[in-house]
C-alpha cells in the first residue's frame, strides 16, 4: 500500500526504450562496442583505478574518452565535488541535468552557482511534455500513483536521448550509498544505456565528500543543512530523521530506491 494515495502500489512494471536504434555509444560516430576485448580492457582498468583518487579516475576517464564523455548531475554533493574537480581537470566536459519540471527551486539556483563558480554551464535536459501537459495527460500528478512511469518518461528517456551517440560518462554514485550501488565497478560498460560509466567516488565516503566541499568552499544545496541527505525531486523528497538510511526519504512510501539511472 502507498501511503500517499491510500492505494495499492502498482504491480511492478519493466520500463524500456525498445525502439531498436543503436544507443549510447553504439549510436556514436564512430560508434564504440563492447566487444569482449574491450570489456576486458575496461574491466582490467578499472581494477588498476581501485587505488587512484578521483581526480586521477577523471583525468583517466577525459584522457580515454573526451570529447565523447559527458555528466550527468542532479546537482547532489557528489555531483557538485566532481564538477568542482573537472573545473581544474577538463572545464569543457559537457554536464546535463534531468530537468523533470519537479525540481526545488534550491536545487535550480546551484546550477546558476556552479555557472557563477566555475564557468561550467550545465545543460538542461527536458522531457519532451511540460510538467502541466504531463499532468493533464494523466489525470494528475503520476509520482502520486506510478513513480516508475513518472521517472521513466521524465528521467529515464532524456537520459537515453541524451546518452545518444558518447561514448562514455561519469557518474557520481558512492558504492556505500545502497545496496544497489555496492558492486559498481570504477570503470564499467552501462548495459541499459550503452555506454562505458565511470564512477570516480565509488571508494569514498559520505565524509570524504563533505569534508573536501567544506575546505574547498564547492557550492551545495542549502536543503542538506534543513535535514535532506539526498535530494531528488520535490514531490518524491522528504527530509529524513536521525539514523534514517541517507536515501530513506526518497520515494517514501513507495518500494522504490532508485529512480532508474543507476540500477540495470
Ligand atoms: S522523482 Fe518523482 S517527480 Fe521526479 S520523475 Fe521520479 S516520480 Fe516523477
Given at each position: ?15 524500456s ?21 574491450f570489456?576486458?580492457e ?5 581494477a ?12 583517466w ?45 534550491e ?47 521524465r ?10 551517440g ?21 570503470v ?22 563533505w ?6 568552499s ?20 522528504r ?26
Amino acid at each position: 500500500m502507498n501511503e500517499k494515495s491510500s492505494q495499492p502500489d502498482p504491480p511492478p512494471q519493466v520500463f524500456s526504450i525498445d525502439s531498436g536504434e543503436p544507443r549510447g555509444a553504439l549510436a556514436a560516430d564512430p560508434p564504440l562496442y563492447p566487444t569482449d576485448e574491450f570489456l576486458a580492457e575496461m574491466a582490467a582498468e578499472s581494477a588498476k583505478l581501485e587505488t587512484a583518487t578521483p581526480q586521477e579516475i577523471l583525468r583517466w576517464a577525459v584522457d580515454r574518452f573526451a570529447p565523447k564523455f559527458t555528466m550527468a548531475t542532479a546537482f547532489g554533493p557528489e555531483g557538485m565535488t566532481i564538477m568542482h574537480m573537472l573545473a581544474e581537470i577538463a572545464p569543457e566536459t559537457p554536464v546535463f541535468n534531468l530537468d523533470t519540471g519537479y525540481q526545488f527551486k534550491e536545487t535550480l539556483e546551484l546550477r546558476e552557482r556552479v555557472k557563477e563558480k566555475y564557468g561550467i554551464e550545465v545543460e538542461y535536459k527536458l522531457p519532451d511534455t511540460t510538467v502541466q501537459q504531463y499532468e493533464e495527460m494523466h489525470g494528475g500528478p503520476l509520482y502520486a500513483t506510478n513513480p516508475n512511469q513518472c521517472c521513466f518518461d521524465r528521467k529515464m528517456r532524456p537520459l537515453h536521448e541524451a546518452a545518444k551517440g558518447q561514448h562514455a560518462w561519469a557518474s557520481a554514485i558512492r558504492r556505500d550509498q545502497s545496496p544497489d550501488r555496492a558492486a559498481a565497478p570504477i570503470v564499467g560498460w552501462d548495459k541499459k544505456f550503452q555506454l562505458v560509466k565511470i564512477s570516480p567516488l565509488a571508494n569514498w565516503t559520505k565524509n570524504q565528500v563533505w569534508d573536501l566541499i567544506l575546505k574547498e568552499s564547492i557550492p551545495y544545496n542549502p536543503l542538506h543543512d534543513q535535514g535532506f541527505p539526498s535530494i531528488g525531486c520535490q514531490p518524491c523528497t522528504r527530509a529524513t530523521q536521525l539514523g534514517e538510511d541517507e536515501r530513506a526519504g526518497r520515494w517514501a512510501g513507495f518500494e522504490k530506491t532508485e529512480c532508474g539511472l543507476h540500477n540495470s
